[in-house]
């Protein structure tokens, strides 16, 4: 733990620093969800929804006594309530690199921790995504903690201590498996692995064979009570949260798997992760990840529990391939063996530095005298060191008595060294250049790429309250961060829902699908009094359809009926403000009418935002130069 100050530091400012947006589920799936449960007001997306219960409540309970605690200190400023979930976030972010270097340690070396160590410190995606609320986040503290518990439990002997790292090792899996189920893969390989061992030990062992029967019925009757126990406190928060007994990780099955309802969301070839997931996240440690994986396998001494490590990794990425919609992020559980085994690379680079190899080498070792580079650089180091003329003389006399081989033991040595040389600056050179990459990387995603989100809710947190602001979000779906990150109940602000066609042939296009698709219609019935924006739902007719799915009938009431390019007529809502892409206001889209229409009604561009270089358009193709745009209606 002796890295952790210097993690601990990194990460906090890492987590103050972060301007820019990765994924809507940075703060909808997390802190606006922990906002609603502390605060009492705030947006819960469709997977919220009781008669759906998508996600477990553990991950925002978790925010949320965050939050409760700058309550009841009188600390919940919007600023602070914005970016402490962040700091929470960069401080597990901060013990998590700490417990790889030290899981690294035990298994590799001191040295390959020390390249490990630098790794994770310099890694692009963990400075991008570490300190950020995502459930993946927690997920990955909770498997490292898990995972360097089972080691202590491992090296320690039959005792106290060695159960107490065993439980606590189950504990942590069993809540990274209530969060996030696709956690499970990694432990049932881990622990099924392990369980496989204790049985064989148990055939093998002719003498006590009672003894290893025991160590199996224990381990697996930890196993199994921590794993009921992990299941029933999520049963009991959940179903008291939702209102109605419910279990979320079944929920997730069937909407994941059996109903592959992420495909709403993007869909992905099975060979994604293999070929653009990994390469993305981890840039130039790709290739030495690869490497090192192969090498913690195959090398000799490796551990039956190295080689337990990278098939629970394959596996875990061969499972999250099967799904069609793929996202990066679902990838960070992995990163900190991605880190060792690249360590291991990085340490194998700086033996190929050192260790004999080239011809020059070689002609040290065909002439017999493997010495011979050691003597002759000591020589020439004692001829520069001076001495009497006398000494200097016999050396001379010597050096001609014996000048042919005095004269190829110093240019094969010198040939030596210059061997050896160049290929330490050939190593140093590589190295500096896949960090100087790394750190690229993170500067630009985490300062530059998709920065507008934050500086629009930091403008929209700054309105005054008088009159009382009213904020329609024309965006991407969940393109930016919501009550949460503003924290002001006196602002109004809607959006146009996006919530999953879980059946398509029974639910019509949702409130964005509609707008993009009939854009001046949909403006006209907001200020014509034609559509409710309230904070939760947009509750309009929903048309009628036989054999609706249980799901379906849930969500009915977050979808629009439409007829004829049109919705249904519902209360009034004035808009103070409106928050558009600015995608939408160009020529390509509409034919440009939604700015004229957004003149014509009295609002005019108050603030532009850039946002990123390059995004995805409306019918996904490439748009470059994305901004967002503030409108507002002037009084008077």
Not at 423 to 436: M, Q
Not at 550 to 556: D, H, I, K
Not at 605 to 613: K, L, N, P, Q
Request: charged share 15%; proline share 5%; net charge positive.
């Amino acid at each position: 733990m002796q890295s952790l100050p210097f993690f601990l530091a990194l990460r906090v400012v890492n987590a103050l620093v972060l301007r820019t947006s990765f994924n809507p589920d940075e703060h909808w799936q997390g802190p606006e969800v922990a906002h609603r449960l502390t605060f009492g007001y705030g947006y819960t997306t469709w997977e919220w929804e009781p008669c759906i219960a998508l996600r477990s409540h553990l991950h925002p309970l978790l925010i949320s006594m965050l939050f409760a605690a700058l309550k009841l200190l009188q600390l919940d400023t919007p600023f602070i309530v914005a970016y402490s979930p962040r700091l929470m976030q960069g401080a597990l972010a901060a013990v998590t690199n700490c417990l790889t270097v030290g899981i690294c340690e035990q298994l590799f070396g001191r040295r390959v921790g020390d390249w490990c160590f630098w790794c994770c410190a310099l890694g692009w995606f963990d400075f991008f995504c570490g300190p950020r609320p995502f459930s993946n986040c927690l997920e990955v503290f909770l498997m490292t903690a898990a995972m360097h518990m089972w080691l202590r439990a491992a090296n320690a002997t039959a005792g106290m201590r060695k159960q107490v790292s065993l439980l606590g090792s189950l504990l942590c899996a069993a809540v990274a498996v209530v969060i996030r189920p696709t956690a499970a893969v990694m432990w049932v390989v881990i622990y099924g692995a392990h369980a496989l061992r204790l049985g064989s030990q148990m055939v093998t062992d002719k003498r006590d064979k009672w003894r290893s029967f025991a160590d199996l019925a224990v381990f697996i009757g930890q196993g199994l009570l921590v794993g009921v126990c992990g299941l029933c406190v999520s049963v009991y928060v959940d179903s008291r949260l939702y209102g109605r007994l419910t279990f979320p990780m079944l929920n997730f099955w069937r909407f994941n798997v059996q109903l592959d309802g992420g495909r709403f969301y993007g869909t992905h070839p099975p060979y994604w992760y293999l070929a653009d997931g990994l390469g993305a996240v981890l840039l130039t440690y790709y290739p030495l990840c690869i490497v090192g994986a192969w090498l913690a396998v195959t090398a000799e001494g490796a551990s039956s529990f190295s080689r337990d490590i990278v098939l629970g990794v394959l596996l875990s990425i061969g499972a999250l391939s099967t799904a069609s919609h793929k996202e990066f992020r679902f990838l960070m559980p992995y990163l900190p063996y991605l880190y060792m085994w690249s360590a291991i690379s990085m340490v194998r680079l700086e033996e190929w530095a050192e260790e004999p190899g080239s011809r020059a080498d070689a002609t040290v070792a065909a002439s017999g005298d493997t010495d011979i580079a050691t003597r002759a650089v000591a020589g020439t180091r004692a001829v520069a060191g001076g001495g009497d003329a006398t000494s200097i003389r016999q050396r001379q006399r010597g050096s001609q008595a014996n000048g042919k081989e005095n004269k190829n033991t110093s240019h094969v040595a010198q040939t030596v060294m210059r061997g050896r040389s160049w290929r330490k600056v050939v190593v140093r050179v590589a190295l500096s250049v896949i960090f100087a990459v790394q750190i690229i990387a993170a500067a630009f995603f985490s300062f530059v790429h998709q920065q507008g989100a934050e500086k629009v809710m930091g403008y929209i947190r700054s309105l005054p309250p008088s009159p009382r602001p009213s904020v329609l979000f024309l965006t991407p779906c969940h393109a930016t961060p919501f009550n949460s990150f503003v924290h002001r109940p006196d602002i109004a602000m809607h959006l146009l829902d996006c919530s999953s066609r879980v059946d398509p042939q029974c639910l019509p296009a949702n409130w964005r699908d509609t707008f993009y698709t009939h854009p001046i219609e949909t403006l006209e019935h907001i200020v014509n009094g034609a559509m409710n924006m309230t904070t939760d739902a947009h509750h309009g007719a929903v048309a009628t359809c036989e054999g609706r799915s249980e799901w379906a009938e849930c969500l009915a009431g977050r979808f629009p009926h439409t007829s004829s390019g049109t919705v249904a007529a519902v209360p009034q809502l004035p808009i103070t403000h409106f928050v558009v892409w600015d995608v939408l206001l160009r020529g390509s889209f509409a034919q440009g009418r939604v700015g004229e229409w957004l003149r014509t009604h009295g609002y005019t561009e108050t603030i532009r935002h850039f946002d990123s270089f390059w995004t995805e358009g409306v019918r996904g193709e490439v748009v470059l130069d994305s901004h967002f745009v503030i409108y507002e209606k002037k009084s008077g």
